[in-house]
């Protein structure tokens, strides 16, 4: 009895060595929210007297067919093989979280514990479709300041990978900062506010493992604001005793809403009239020579300045090669050579324009009056010829018409035949006009029949 006793502790030993697994069962990847199948294949297996289990780690999640967690969502199935021994015990996971990412692995429990390898179960998870957002730290920003804007997405496995970009270029991640808070990741740029910013475009590029395309976020219209640039700007030299128009030239945004004019030495009240972005010098003098004028643009940003010195040139007035100047009047020298003819040396514009107009009168003229009443007299008047005696004599035009005609309407443009008073099948017409000084017109007809011709 006692020597049986280590007899049955031996064969037990056999037989728990023999339970083994065929191979390692398989890595696995789904996505979360699907359902995922982790498979073992076990050998020489006796459910009656082995006991396998499905382990995460350390935590036993079922015994046989028993489901030993607490999770719903588990469940297992210890299905025979066709073969003696042979079986296949399969873990089922639906609706996958990301806890649910670990290691698995198949154990039989007996005096010493059998397992079958780790398997590794991966969860995929895809970001949802209000990712990324872009957002922007202000509404607008004043050039000089820090712009900041920010990408966020999930955190998610496996983590996206976030990028912006500029006018179709990706931003060097030397620009950017990532930070990772409360299950969201973040993607800052920052830079500096140029006025070239404004109305910019920037996006965000949001990229994942698990998705074969890229999902966006764009900012767009990027405000950037300014104090105003002035010029003082005019289009013409300014002359004493007439007016001048002078103008504040500004780029602005947000555009401004003040316009100030002031002078260095004072104007006074009648000598300007300043209407916004217009000011109006009256008949200036030459005292007013050499006065700075400045112009002075406000918006909700600040204030710029342009200031001009006024150079003010004495008019000449030319009335009759007299110079106007107030009450003065002396005669222009310079203007005896403008009361030259239009044809002298003095005038030489108007001397070409005058002789060209000239040359094209004469053309017309000859044109006209010789070119046209010689053609007219050479091809266009009926010739004339004399006998011996020298008498003239009346040439009449003759013309000679070829129609190939059948019968029809066509026929009935001739007169009737002579002999019959109907309308004939004429093959062929020939007619003659007598003098015109005659008072009646004769006709003679030709019909051609056969090679014989007819009167």
């Known amino acids: 009895m006692c020597t049986l006793k280590p007899l049955l502790v031996l064969l037990h030993i056999f037989l728990a060595q023999a339970v083994r697994f065929t191979g390692k069962p398989k890595n696995v990847q789904q996505f979360e929210g699907q359902t995922t199948r982790l498979k073992c294949i076990l050998g020489d297996f006796d459910k009656d007297k082995h006991t396998v289990s499905w382990m995460k780690g350390e935590t036993r999640l079922s015994r046989q067919n028993v489901v030993t967690a607490t999770d719903m969502r588990i469940s297992v199935y210890l299905d025979d093989l066709p073969y003696v021994g042979a079986y296949t015990y399969l873990l089922i996971i639906s609706d996958l979280v990301l806890e649910d990412e670990g290691g698995y692995h198949c154990q039989i429990d007996q005096i010493s514990t059998i397992s079958s390898g780790i398997a590794y179960l991966t969860v995929l998870q895809v970001p949802s479709s209000e990712y990324p957002k872009c957002t922007k730290s202000a509404n607008s920003y004043v050039v000089g300041l820090p712009v900041q804007l920010t990408c966020v997405s999930v955190l998610i496995s496996p983590p996206v990978d976030l990028n912006w970009n500029r006018h179709g270029s990706p931003i060097s991640s030397m620009s950017t900062q990532t930070e990772t808070r409360d299950g969201l990741v973040y993607e800052i ?26 999902q966006n976020c764009t900012i767009q219209n990027l405000n950037i604001q300014y104090r105003p640039e002035v010029k003082i700007q005019h289009t013409s030299a300014i002359f004493a005793g007439s007016d001048s128009i002078l103008f504040c030239q500004s780029f602005a945004i947000p555009p401004v809403t003040v316009f100030r004019w002031t002078f260095t030495p004072v104007f006074d009240a009648n000598e300007y009239i300043a ?32 200031t001009m010195t006024l150079h003010i040139t004495e008019e000449l007035r030319r009335d009759n090669n007299i110079q106007k100047d107030g009450n003065d009047f002396k005669y222009l020298p310079e203007t005896k050579g403008n009361n030259m003819d239009i044809f002298g040396k003095g005038n030489p514009g108007i001397s070409l324009y005058v002789v060209i107009i000239i040359i094209v009168l004469v053309v017309i003229i000859v044109v006209v009056v010789v070119i046209i009443p010689v053609y007219y007299h050479c091809f266009c008047k009926t010739r004339t010829a004399t006998d ?34 109907h309308y004939g099948h004429w093959r062929h017409s020939f007619a003659s006009q007598v003098p015109e000084d005659l008072d009646q017109q004769g006709y003679m007809y030709i019909e051609e029949r056969n090679g014989q011709n007819t009167l």
């Open 388 to 421: 011996n005696s020298g008498r003239e004599i009346y040439q009449p035009t003759v013309f000679y018409d070829t129609r190939d005609r059948t019968s029809g309407l066509y026929d009935r443009s001739l007169p009737h035949l002579p002999s019959t008073g």
């Open 275 to 306: 209407d916004g972005q217009v000011l109006t010098l009256i008949k200036p003098s030459m005292a007013r020579n050499a006065t700075r004028i400045t112009c002075s643009a406000e918006n909700n940003i600040g204030i710029s300045t342009d």
């Open 189 to 214: 740029y920052t830079f500096t506010a140029k006025k070239t910013d404004n109305d910019d475009t920037f996006m965000c590029q949001q990229r994942t493992d698990v998705l074969s395309y890229t």
